[in-house]
């Protein structure tokens, strides 16, 4: 195990939570924890939560700490070596073949080479992060796939051989849970479950994100934030959603709405479900009120 | 070398936490405990909290059994008493009273299901006695058919044919480098049928009771048959016991759902659960395009008009919507309840549910449908 301790200056989850927050981003204890060990045992790691808990923003945050840039690998049912790994320029080789004629060409070169982000964050292993976003919608097949990259960190191209990291990259995983992922695939990496923020983290967050709220919306916001996700709903508002309601209804304020009615006005933005807000709807005005208590 | 191996005695307080876990049922794997280790290591250890939080990033407790493991390490580290906490206590139970809409109606008794199911009880018993012999076989046909004849779907993957939609360029391209560069025939790639998610929600209240058994069997039975399935139960709560019934071995199987299920045959409020189900982001997730069966008498305590909301979402959401019903023995059964006239336009099928056979042979018949 490449055990690193000190990555760019930060020696401890505390020092990691500080990094965050000036990256705009605020880390609970947890989260700050199994994120620093992530980076300092080079193990993956794996976020799952709730959608609209702040799992890939947690992983813009990491990467903008790190000062690498961002590999996205957004998964979807199907996905595969060619979509994750690399894939030849077929029509360019096929081309290059008529072109040549009579001389010999390799046309397994890097110029048919397309890069795709699995491969290109493996050979530049000290300037990015891989982000494997929604694994959970990936199938099994690709999850199996992942095992062998994540714990070796290394590649084969049957026509290239194999390619294999300088040191591990950073890769974070996020899943939504809709599936329950394989023991094994767990097991390889840093474990961290993000539950929905306390009231007092929330708010903070709101106002750190929209900075044109004022205290007491983002707090009134994020009260009735937490009483909607308490109700039977079938989608419940995450963190980017209390942003959105209060940042709408600030506007709405702005413009010449009054307080309760700005926050009416604006919940299509928290809640964007039909049935939802129908059954939501009697209860919205005392809820609302009572919120902004 | 042998130096090498004895561990120091600073870190067997921490693999015998390890070992405590794995008798309490989590999978902890070597490689987790070195991390385990080299995590401690690194975080100082400062305090107390430093350790569980290392044990919670390395040795991946799943959340839903969060509170068991803090119980334990409690228990190991600062030495409580082990108070026992009832297991059910976590995610993957919802409980009704908290969730449900009109969550003030205290859940009753069951006579009023008892006296109402009377007459259709005693016809049913007839059955079953008939039944019981053949429910082994009714499983050993489920887990024969399954594969062939359970619904699939196009999966996104493609895989090679001699005929299909796509081009497979990988391959056309190798045979022409055969051929000096010409391209000779153009490879096809087709889409692969994949297995359709299936769900089944099974009640287990009162009412039920004389089929809830064999009902888990035939979960059981599906599970191992149809890894994608999932399993919950339902009565006053909602629990979800697909994990439990993955093991193999049956009688271990039922009894790891047993210790899940806190409800069984207690009251029924059904449109309670299925809202409930829908709620949790996760759980209605998987109903999404799956075939959904549903094993309950429709014998509704709460409110009706819960029940149609919740199915009619059911109905949007999933492939296909079945409602086994024990009631609907005969052939052109018509609902008599409240519960099932309401929901009878939101599924796809109304039939019989008051035998194993009878339930397995329609799953097998759901391959040969199609969606609604």
């Known amino acids: 195990m490449a055990v690193r301790g000190t990555i760019v200056g930060i020696d401890s989850p505390e020092a990691l939570e500080k990094a965050l927050r000036a990256a705009y981003y605020l880390a609970d204890e947890g989260l700050a924890t199994a994120a620093y060990l992530s980076l300092a045992l080079g193990k993956p790691l794996l976020l799952e939560g709730a959608p609209g808990v702040g799992k890939t923003e947690a992983a813009k945050a990491i990467a903008a700490v790190l000062g690498r840039k961002l590999i996205r690998l957004q998964c979807y049912e199907g996905i595969d070596a060619s979509a994750a790994l690399y894939e030849w320029n077929y029509p360019r080789q096929m081309l290059a073949i008529r072109q040549a004629g009579e001389e010999s060409i390799d046309i397994y070169g890097e110029a048919f080479l397309i890069e795709r982000p699995m491969l290109a964050a493996l050979r530049a292993p000290d300037s990015a992060v891989l982000l494997i976003d929604e694994i959970d919608r990936a199938d099994q097949e690709f999850e199996a796939f992942l095992l062998e990259f994540l714990s070796d960190f290394q590649i084969s191209i049957p026509e290239r051989g194999t390619l294999r990291a300088a040191e591990h990259p950073v890769v974070v995983l996020t899943s939504n849970r809709t599936r329950d992922l394989h023991e094994a695939l767990r097991r390889r990496c840093v474990y961290h479950w993000i539950a929905y923020p306390t009231a007092e983290c929330e708010a903070r967050i709101v106002m750190m994100r929209a900075s044109s709220v004022a205290e007491a919306t983002a707090r009134a916001v994020v009260a009735a934030v937490g009483k909607l996700r308490r109700e039977p709903l079938s989608k419940a508002p995450g963190i980017a959603e209390a942003v959105d309601w209060a940042e709408a209804a600030t506007l709405l304020h702005k413009g010449g709405a009054r307080w309760p009615d700005a926050f009416k006005r604006s919940i299509g933005v928290a809640l964007k479900d039909e049935e939802d807000l129908h059954y939501i709807s009697p209860r919205l005005d005392a809820l609302i009120a009572e919120a902004a208590a | ?372």
């Open chain 2, 1 to 372: 070398m042998s130096d090498e191996l004895q561990l120091p005695r600073a870190a067997r307080v921490f693999i015998s936490f390890v070992a405590l876990l794995r008798s309490n049922g989590f999978a902890v794997a070597p490689e987790q405990t070195t991390a385990f280790l080299a995590a401690i290591e690194l975080l100082g250890p400062r305090s107390l909290e430093h350790i569980r939080q290392a044990g919670l990033a390395t040795l991946a407790p799943p959340p839903e059994r969060r509170a068991t493991y803090d119980r334990l390490f409690d228990v190991h580290f600062r030495g409580s008493e082990a108070i026992e906490r009832a297991e059910g206590e976590d995610e993957e139970t919802v409980r009704l009273q908290e969730e449900g809409r009109g969550g003030d109606e205290p859940p009753l008794a069951d006579e009023a299901n008892e006296s109402g199911l009377a007459a259709a009880r005693a016809e049913a018993l007839v059955e079953r006695r008939f039944a019981q012999g053949a429910t082994s076989d009714a499983l050993r046909l489920l887990a024969r058919e399954a594969p062939a004849r359970l619904p699939r779907r196009r999966g996104h993957r493609r895989m090679r044919a001699r005929r299909g939609p796509f081009a497979d360029l990988r391959r056309t391209l190798r045979d022409s480098v055969r051929n000096d560069g010409e391209v000779l025939r153009l490879g096809r790639l087709r889409r692969r049928a994949r297995p359709r998610k299936m769900l089944l929600l099974i009640d287990v209240s009162g009412s039920m009771k004389a089929r809830t058994e064999e009902n888990m069997k035939l979960a059981h039975a599906l599970l191992q048959a149809a890894h994608g399935a999932e399993v919950f139960t339902f009565g006053t709560r909602l629990t979800r016991v697909t994990r439990a019934l993955r093991l193999k071995r049956r009688e271990q199987a039922l009894n790891a759902a047993a210790h899940l299920v806190s409800d069984w045959d207690g009251g029924t409020r059904i449109g309670d659960a299925l809202q409930a189900f829908l709620a949790v982001p996760r759980f209605g997730g998987y109903a999404r395009g799956a075939a959904v069966v549903i094993v309950s008498d429709g014998l509704e305590r709460g409110d009706v008009s819960t029940l149609r909301d919740a199915v009619a979402k059911l109905s949007r959401r999933a492939w296909r919507v079945s409602w086994l019903t024990p009631l609907a023995t005969a052939a052109g059964f018509q609902p008599q309840t409240e519960a099932l006239i309401a929901i009878q336009r939101f599924v796809d099928d109304l039939v019989d549910g008051g035998s194993s056979a009878a339930i397995v042979a329609h799953l097998l018949s759901l391959g040969t449908r199609r969606a609604a």
